[in-house]
T-cell receptor
Framework: GAVVSQHPSRVICKSGTSVKIECRSLDFQATTMFWYRQFPKQSLMLMATSNEGSKATYEQGVEKDKFLINHASLTLSTLTVTSAHPEDSSFYIC???????????FGDGTRLSIL | AQKITQTQPGMFVQEKEAVTLDCTYDTSDPSYGLFWYKQPSSGEMIFLIYQGSYDQQNATEGRYSLNFQKARKSANLVISASQLGDSAMYFCAMREGNTGKLIFGQGTTLQVKP
């Protein structure tokens, strides 16, 4: 069964709307969560690294005010796309990992479409 | 800087045949981890296999095996007895030692022909 749950799986909304995506680790404590963005037929691009209880670390070129990340507990991280525009339409996917050499477990992703 | 390269944008294989997906990497860290993930058209990322840089033996998981050649810095995925359900995009990734970040290759789209 899935060890990481991501919700919602699909969002269609109007330009200017803010959209929140949740990522939950179901049966382990996720000390670190990662948020990726993926365009069609391309690789995953890391947006930010989120550690529980601290501010997220954003990759170069990712607007932290645009993509708000909160990691308030060891099982939940959220990504909020603020005032979304059509260019923010993409596939967003989170992953979570615990301590040690555990692999990253991914959520099923969120397809975001901004009209 | 760390880098992962997958040079095969697309591959075809006949059902029940074996196929090798190439992956090369570059890093100066002595300790690193290499992963393969499968992404079907539905989008989820499915973990397939892991190889640690200090592992002496090649990793195997069912029909998946990793041909780890450290001197050549390659970590090719071998899928034996291909099935139609293996049709998907496959990503090779390397984990940064300090941060735990995964660096992904460009991906290879595999199509299994009946």
């Amino acid at each position: 069964g899935a060890v990481v749950s991501q919700h919602p799986s699909r969002v269609i909304c109007k330009s200017g709307t803010s959209v929140k995506i949740e990522c939950r680790s179901l049966d382990f404590q996720a000390t670190t969560m990662f948020w990726y963005r993926q365009f069609p037929k391309q690789s995953l691009m890391l947006m930010a690294t989120s550690n529980e209880g601290s501010k997220a670390t954003y990759e170069q070129g990712v607007e932290k005010d645009k993509f708000l990340i909160n990691h308030a507990s060891l099982t939940l991280s959220t990504l909020t796309v603020t005032s979304a525009h059509p260019e923010d339409s993409s596939f967003y996917i989170c992953s979570a990992t615990g301590v040690g050499n555990q692999p990253q477990h991914f959520g099923d992703g969120t397809r975001l479409s901004i009209l | 800087a760390q880098k992962i390269t997958q040079t095969q944008p697309g591959m075809f294989v006949q059902e029940k045949e074996a196929v090798t997906l190439d992956c090369t990497y570059d890093t100066s860290d002595p300790s690193y981890g290499l992963f393969w993930y499968k992404q079907p058209s539905s989008g989820e990322m499915i973990f397939l296999i892991y190889q640690g840089s200090y592992d002496q033996q090649n990793a195997t998981e069912g029909r998946y095996s990793l041909n780890f050649q450290k001197a050549r810095k390659s970590a090719n995925l071998v899928i034996s007895a291909s099935q139609l359900g293996d049709s998907a995009m496959y990503f090779c990734a390397m984990r940064e030692g300090n941060t735990g970040k995964l660096i992904f290759g460009q991906g290879t789209t595999l199509q299994v022909k009946p």
